[in-house]
């Protein structure tokens, strides 16, 4: 679990985040979603630590990161896996170089019990062996980013932030890539922190939905809730995307 407690970011004296509450569920898949600019990307890196904030608390599960010293954060950004926007691989690695880069820089593991690891993250974002020896640019951009899930799983994370993790997919991969992140985060039970304003994502895996405004908490629910809401910046927002108005309509 993860959760922010009356959370306040600016930049040069405009405030970007203002009072920011809310519990990310462990083995949930937790949204922020939010119009461009609204402050979800400055929210998920100062959850990370990336950014310093103003005032506030950020715990993770018992754990305040705020208070951690130097040495208490490096231990935790290990038990942390990250997928970014594009995925970032390392075009000169294979897939499977890949997948051991984390393991190489953060474990004492001998070359077998990597090399077991490796085909055991790989395995669980659907890789055949054919593709080990792979490298990025000889894959397709879904398999792209199931390499960078399974390297984002690589150290067996507590906690998973995905930032736009299906950006720049097709429909069905995108609905796939979710599915994929829906069913680690529950298999390994970590805390998912997800960041999208992919509608269908929130059709599809917003068990835990954050809805922010102009850097504010405007809205909290599921998806299933999302489909009743009568919140006007939420409808705004959401009624943007046809497929969802339909919905809707069918609902209603
Ligand atoms: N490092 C920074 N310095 C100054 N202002 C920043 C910085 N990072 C973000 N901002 C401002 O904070 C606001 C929120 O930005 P943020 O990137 O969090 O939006 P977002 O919701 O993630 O948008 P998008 O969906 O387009 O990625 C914007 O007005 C942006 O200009």
């Known amino acids: 679990m993860i959760e922010v407690k009356n959370i306040y970011k600016s930049f040069d004296g405009a405030n970007v985040l203002k009072d920011i509450s809310n519990r990310f569920e462990q083995g949930k898949t937790n949204l922020i979603i939010g ?32 208070k951690m010293h130097h040495k208490e954060r ?33 474990t004492h593991q001998s070359p077998v019990e990597k090399k077991k690891r490796v085909e055991f993250c790989l395995e669980h974002v659907n890789i055949e062996k054919s593709a080990f020896k792979l490298f990025p640019s000889e894959i397709s951009g879904g398999m792209q980013k199931r390499v960078a899930i399974a390297r984002a799983i690589a150290l067996n994370p507590k906690y998973l932030f995905c930032d736009e993790p299906n950006s720049g997919l097709d429909p069905e991969t995108a609905t796939i890539i979710d599915q994929l992140i829906q069913h680690l985060t529950r298999e390994f039970e970590m805390t998912t922190i997800i960041n999208t304003h992919d509608m269908n994502s929130v059709i599809e895996i917003g068990e835990s939905v954050l ?42």
Do not use: C, H
Request: proline share 1%; hydrophobic share 40%; charged share 30%.
């Open 211 to 252: 809805f922010i405004a102009k850097g504010e908490v405007a809205w909290t629910g599921s998806n299933k809730e999302i489909l009743e809401t009568r919140n006007k910046k939420l409808n705004d927002f959401i009624f943007a995307n046809k497929l969802y108005a339909q919905l809707r309509e069918e609902k209603n």
């Open 35 to 66: 119009r461009s600019g609204s402050g979800k990307t400055v929210l998920l890196k100062s959850i990370l630590g990336l950014y310093d904030i103003d005032q506030g608390e950020i715990w993770y599960d018992n754990r305040e990161f705020v």
């Open 74 to 106: 490096k231990k935790l950004r290990r038990e942390i896996g990250m997928v970014f926007q594009g995925g970032a691989l390392f075009d000169s690695l294979s897939v499977e170089a890949n997948i051991r880069f984390p393991l190489d820089m953060f």
